[in-house]
């Protein structure tokens, strides 16, 4: 579990510069013009009722609606891998990792490589034989990095939301052409949800920062969202939404059968589109509504929806109740 | 017929050679030197005798900042927990290390308090209990408390002592006694939130149960004892193994059947070319008389 208390009183007094760089000054904390929000983002939901379906091909045909080039570029795919416990839903799951992989190669990509860096257990080679992803690693000849105790090297952040400067981050990260955020669509109980941006938190290594990456909650957890997706810069997204996560996410919350991928290269429309099936209403989530001001779209009337259309996965997530006030009023 | 155990001195030999040329070991094959892995690697090769240590010392060392805690690179949060580790190591090698940056650190580990916090309805424990953080300004977790109590009990054993030394040990125990989960074991930081149980994890146990190898009069203490015997047939990591078997050493326990397991999960490691597990299960099968790395 991650955080000792709820960040309060501490996180505001941090914040206090930055809340009044905003509110008062009206200036965010990066620069507006290192940031280029596309008029429009595509957003690809695929039909996927369960893990035997043949995920390879399902993501070849989002990879083929989207058209992202890989073409001789070396990919690294970032799943989310936090803690293993029969029957939960926590992780990403191993095929799907796999069947990106798959795609991706068909699609051109000079190199696939995997990492992750867990910010709960530690111990890789646990999560790794336990949740069946180091057989798909193994079987499909996928170089694994683990980001938590990969070399870094010290980059300048592009936001500075959490009032840091610069973070130590993973090489093999940094030296990848094009990254993908392969998240697990849950629950939070700190930020309401969690899918391709908040996945993000697992490129911060742990032998550097700690577990469960403790530095980032007393920055608090919305601004590190921005700063680590404004930074890193993901390429694309992949969300494993075949069963999803509700109630007391991201650990704790129980398996909902949701039977998609959703897939794009705007990662903040991703999440939105995620957000709207899961019930919410992305404007009033913090970190969606401060993205789109300079990281993505999340406004529906400037999403291309691609594949199946959104009324079709549209439910409303069981949420603890402090999120309720989230969830679009009178449900699906 | 059962499978031969894999022996200490199979690979130690291949563990030597895949340090780097500061004198380091990278927590991967082909990676930069780190605290971690170079000190997991040191207690592996206490039974291959002290005469080529020079190097692996140098590099720890090096890594000391003026504070007396180590860091591999200045612009880099100092590790509490690595420190800790760092401590132990140089107390196993105290004559090649000398005293003087021992007790260097030993002291700004004394000093060192992870973040201490107000009662929350979330988390029912005590929030104001002071063990250690993985870096500065953050809350005390269960591996980094565990390391540092380690080790003050083994600088303790070893004759550094002191009243503020005491002070950090005494709550220290306190912190894991209450972050203990409810039916044994520890999770990686708290044994509750938001009103469920949390789950203990297989390593976090075995540190803590490390460091607390001499308070078995602790009721904590003998039913997360039951739960790591219950557990490890279960594991499916080398270091987790490692650590079981480590602990349960410690604590008079039977470990020739987890030894085999650790045995049999090796080759995971090795394929993965992760030499901090490969170091942390060269340690578990350190012959008998190398046994007292981590004595209190």
Redesign the interface.
């Known amino acids: 579990m991650s955080l000792p208390f709820k960040p309060s009183r501490r996180d505001l007094l941090k914040a206090l510069p930055l809340i009044a760089a905003a509110s008062g000054c009206r200036r965010p904390p990066y620069d507006r013009r290192a940031f280029a929000v596309p008029a429009r983002s595509a957003v690809a939901l695929l039909p996927a009722p369960n893990y035997s379906v043949d995920l390879a091909d399902v993501i070849f045909r989002g990879l083929q609606l989207l058209q992202p080039d890989v073409r001789g570029r070396s990919v690294f795919l970032k799943p989310n891998v936090v803690e293993y416990e029969a029957g939960t839903v926590i992780n990403t799951h191993a095929l799907v990792v796999a069947g990106a992989a798959v795609a991706l190669r068909r699609a051109g990509a000079r190199e696939v490589v995997v990492g992750e860096g867990p910010g709960h257990r530690r111990d890789i080679e646990y999560l790794l034989t336990a949740t069946g992803l180091y057989d798909q690693l193994k079987d499909l000849r996928l170089r694994f990095v683990d980001l938590n105790h990969d070399d870094v090297r010290i980059v300048s952040l592009k936001s500075r939301f959490t009032g840091l400067t610069e973070l130590a981050l993973p090489v093999e990260l940094l030296a990848a052409d094009f990254v993908v955020s392969v998240p697990k669509l849950k629950t939070h109980h700190w930020t309401g949800m969690t899918a391709s941006m908040k996945n993000l938190f697992g490129v911060v290594p742990g032998a550097v920062y700690g577990w469960p990456k403790n530095l980032l909650h007393y920055r608090g957890i919305e601004n590190s969202i921005l700063d680590l997706t404004a930074t890193v810069q993901p390429h694309f997204a992949i969300v494993d939404a075949i069963v999803s996560m509700e109630g007391d996410g991201p650990i704790m919350g129980t398996p909902r059968a949701t039977g998609f991928l959703a897939m794009g290269a705007d990662p903040v429309s991703v999440d939105a589109t995620c957000a709207r099936v899961m019930g919410f209403e992305p404007s009033k989530m913090g970190y969606l509504q401060n993205a789109s001001g300079y990281l993505g779209n999340i406004a529906e009337a400037r999403i291309d929806q691609r594949g199946e259309p959104l009324s079709r996965y549209r439910t409303r997530f069981e949420v603890m109740q402090s999120f309720s006030g989230l969830q679009v009023a009178g449900g699906a | 017929m059962s499978r031969p155990i894999v022996t200490h001195t199979d690979s130690v030999a291949t563990l030597r050679s895949a340090a780097n040329s500061s004198g380091g070991w ?3 094959r082909g ?2 030197s ?1 605290i ?1 892995p170079t000190c997991w690697a040191l207690f592996a090769l206490s039974a291959a005798g002290r005469s080529d240590l020079e190097m692996h010392r140098r590099f720890l060392l090096a890594c000391q900042r003026d504070s007396g805690l180590l860091v591999e690179q200045t ?3 100092v ?1 509490f ?2 420190n800790a580790l760092a401590l132990i190591a140089m107390l196993r090698y105290r004559a090649e290390f000398g005293d003087a940056p021992l007790r260097r650190l030993h002291d700004a580990l004394v000093k060192h308090k992870g973040e201490g ?2 009662p ?1 309805p ?2 029912r424990q005590n ?1 104001a209990l002071q063990g250690w ?3 500065e ?3 005390s ?1 269960l ?2 408390t565990s390391f540092g109590l380690l080790a003050l009990k083994i600088a303790r054993a070893a004759g550094l002592q002191s009243s503020e030394a005491d002070a950090r040990i005494d709550e220290a125990e306190r912190l894991l006694i209450d972050r203990c989960c409810r039916n044994g074991g520890w ?4 044994a509750n ?2 009103g ?1 149980d ?2 203990p ?1 297989l ?1 976090t146990t075995a540190l803590a149960l490390l460091a607390m190898q001499n308070r078995r009069d602790v009721a904590e203490v003998q039913k997360s004892l039951a739960y790591l015997e219950a557990q490890w047939p279960k ?6 193994l490692g650590l079981t078997t480590i602990c349960l050493r410690r604590h008079a326990k039977e470990t020739e059947q987890v030894t085999r397991r650790l045995g049999d ?1 090796m080759p ?2 090795e ?2 070319g ?1 030499l ?2 490969l170091a942390v299960a060269h340690c578990a099968m350190l012959p008998p008389d190398q046994h007292d790395v981590f004595t209190v």
Do not use: C, D, Q
Not at chain 2, 187 to 190: A, E, F, I, L, V
Not at chain 2, 235 to 240: A, D, F, K, R, Y
């Open positions: 990278g927590y991967y990676k930069s780190r971690e612009a880099l949060p590790n927990a690595f916090a107000g929350s979330i988390f929030n953080s993985w870096v300004g953050t809350f977790w591996e980094p999770n990686y930081g708290n939130a938001f469920k949390l789950i994890h390593p594991e499916s990591s080398t270091i987790g999960h995971i490691a394929s993965l992760n901090h597990a």
